[in-house]
Nanobody
Framework: QVQLVESGGGLVQAGGSLRLSCAAS?????IGWFRQVPGKERQGVSC????????YYTESVKGRFTISRDNAKNTVYLQMNSLKAEDTAVYYC??????????????????WGKGTLVTVSS
């Protein structure tokens, strides 16, 4: 069983930055961040492999977001820069026991955090 606890969401102006953190317990193959806006499907934003650090980014965040992992703390971070209004969403930390960074593409995860709201004002 993996438990995930997110932190770091909030309100920021367009062009600003936020860093999300996800403290994890247990082991997994992949971990990352999904986001969801009411009325829209959940989207895989960025995921990272626990074995080799391979990463995935959805096209709209490439060059602006960076995912990283502190193995000693079993914590994953999402540094979000140059935020845009369209980044506004609830961000969920998720982990999967089978898929690595591909979990973002597959849109699946075995474990989910409760989510943290990111609001970008324009």
């Amino acid at each position: 069983q993996v438990q995930l606890v997110e932190s770091g969401g909030g309100l920021v102006q367009a062009g600003g930055s936020l860093r999300l953190s996800c403290a994890a317990s247990g082991s997994y193959s992949g971990i990352g961040w999904f986001r969801q806006v009411p009325g829209k499907e959940r989207q895989g934003v960025s995921c990272i492999s626990s074995s080799d650090g391979s990463t995935y980014y959805t096209e709209s965040v490439k060059g602006r977001f960076t995912i990283s992992r502190d193995n000693a703390k079993n914590t994953v971070y999402l540094q979000m820069n140059s935020l845009k209004a369209e980044d506004t969403a609830v961000y969920y930390c998720a982990a999967d026991s089978l898929f690595r960074e591909g979990m973002c593409v597959m849109g699946r995860a075995d474990y989910w955090g409760k989510g943290t709201l990111v609001t970008v004002s324009s």
